[in-house]
């Protein structure tokens, strides 16, 4: 499960991060705003108040009109809409969406249509010179301006055409898009990818630590049973199994090890010694001196290599000579027989 757990974690952390660098480089913080209204059949094109400044503060306006002197210029709304009087114009009031403007129109008077094309006959029509205006200009075909707040003022726009015609009306803004704050996606990204790790490095210590332990009960039992040297005991002259003999003295002399003992004297004991005995079982003590050679030809009149003929005789042979040889009083202090002694003991 934590493994689990771990990697999923892992792998949602990093998606995260991933995405969120993926999201924040596309996502474009500002982008053109770019409208435009056609020219129609109206003399004038107006904007009503705060349309300029409607997504930004700067702005820029382009007008045009093919092989016509467009004439532009920034009023109050009040003298914009005294010039333009009962002459049929188009009003942009505001945004329909982000890819269309939101204009009406009105057709005027007849009367106003009749003293726009008699201005136009006398070639009298026009926008500029007038001391109602607090910014104009003019150039054939096409114009160009920018626009910022501080020349805008709550002003609007008026436009035409030294024909008495409406130009095409393009207004563009940059637009500041908000976007929201990718650090704390990378915070979680990153601490669930971290998560994911600790996990994952937890988990893969513990099957470390399941691993040693699994292994370790193998490799001593090899250690305790593999490469033991032969052990060599070291002869004594007198009686070492004697009560009179120093503890210390026993210890010494038989390795203290091996799971010997040494057996106090007593008919019980001689008989415990005395048992039928594995020839590999033996440990052989040898006297300073003696060769591997003499102690063959001593076992060979030993009683102790002699065949069992029977079971009393046998007794009975070993009993007198373990009087003389202090080594028969040696021997393993584990099996049946041992604890047999200990319970006659």
């Known amino acids: 499960m934590k493994r689990i757990l771990g990697i999923i974690a892992l792998i949602a952390g990093v998606a995260i991060v991933v995405g969120t660098f993926v999201i924040s480089v596309a996502q474009q913080k500002e982008t053109n705003v770019k ?82 094309a008699q201005a136009v006959t006398g070639e009298t029509f026009g926008l500029l010179g007038s001391d109602m205006w607090a910014d104009e200009g003019h150039e054939m075909n096409t114009v160009s301006v920018e626009l910022d707040a501080k020349t805008i003022d709550d002003k609007v726009l008026i436009a035409t055409t030294s024909q008495g015609q409406s130009p095409e009306v393009t207004l563009q803004w940059v637009r500041t898009r908000d976007t929201s704050n990718p650090v704390v996606f990378y915070v979680i990204g990153i601490l669930l990818a971290l998560i994911g790790t600790f996990l994952l490095l937890n988990w893969y210590q513990e099957q470390l630590a399941l691993r040693s332990m699994t292994h370790k009960p193998s490799v001593k039992l090899r250690s305790r049973g593999h490469h033991q040297p032969t052990t060599e005991l070291i002869a004594f002259d007198s009686d070492l199994a004697a009560p009179t003999t120093e503890r210390e003295i026993q210890r010494v002399h038989t390795a203290a090890g091996l799971g010997a003992t040494v057996l106090p004297g007593s008919a019980r004991s001689a008989e415990f010694r005395d048992r039928p005995l594995d020839p590999q079982d033996r440990i052989v003590l040898r006297h300073a001196g003696e060769t591997e050679d003499s102690l063959a030809e001593e076992s060979t009149d030993s009683p102790e290599s002699r065949t069992y003929t029977s079971e009393h005789n046998t007794t009975s042979t070993q009993a007198s000579n373990s009087d003389k040889d202090w080594r028969s009083l040696w021997n393993f202090s584990w099996g049946p027989a041992q604890k047999e002694e200990g319970k006659h003991a």
């Open 35 to 116: 409208l435009s209204a056609p020219a129609q059949s109206a003399v004038f094109t107006t904007t009503a108040s705060g349309v300029l400044t409607l997504v930004n503060s700067d702005v820029v306006v382009t007008l045009q009109s093919p092989g016509n002197d467009v004439q532009w210029a920034l009023g109050t709304p009040g003298d914009v809409e005294a010039f333009v009087g009962q002459a049929p114009v188009q009003n942009i009031v505001g945004l329909k969406s982000w890819q269309a403007l939101e204009i009406t129109s009105s057709d005027g008077t007849p009367e106003g249509s009749d003293e726009v």
